[in-house]
Nanobody, 124 residues
Framework: QVQLVESGGGSVQAGGSLRLSCGVSGSPSTTYCMGWFRQNPGKEREEVAVSHYYGINRYAYGVKGRLPIGRDNAKNTLYLQMNSLKPEDTAMYYC??????????????????WGQGTQVNVSS
């Protein structure tokens, strides 16, 4: 069974940094699409950044350059380097993975596997 485990969340002041990690285990094949999503109570889940196995990344508005996504395919691990954090970045961050879409990760598709989430709190 595929399992995803996030780590690296915490509380920081605005302008601080965090590094989120997502380790994938039990995958029977390549996790072509892996991404970071965030959500707050009562609000819709937001795609933060998505990384395809072959190197194509996609970012939400205002994220690219500030919250770069990376992945280590050998370790089957996904990262989110969070720099210059802002209070609006506060959310529960989830890691997701899917074995489909060899050619790229489309918008708004249901990822098959999800982690438990790691909380990020950014204070002013």
């Amino acid at each position: 069974q595929v399992q995803l485990v996030e780590s690296g969340g915490g509380s920081v002041q605005a302008g601080g940094s965090l590094r989120l990690s997502c380790g994938v285990s039990g995958s029977p094949s390549t996790t072509y699409c892996m991404g970071w999503f965030r959500q707050n109570p009562g609000k819709e889940r937001e795609e933060v950044a998505v990384s395809h196995y072959y190197g194509i990344n996609r970012y939400a508005y205002g994220v690219k350059g500030r919250l770069p996504i990376g992945r280590d395919n050998a370790k089957n691990t996904l990262y989110l380097q969070m720099n210059s954090l802002k209070p609006e970045d506060t959310a529960m961050y989830y890691c997701a993975a899917d074995l489909r879409y060899v050619g790229g990760c489309p918008h708004r598709f249901p990822y098959t596997y999800w982690g438990q989430g790691t909380q990020v709190n950014v204070s002013s």
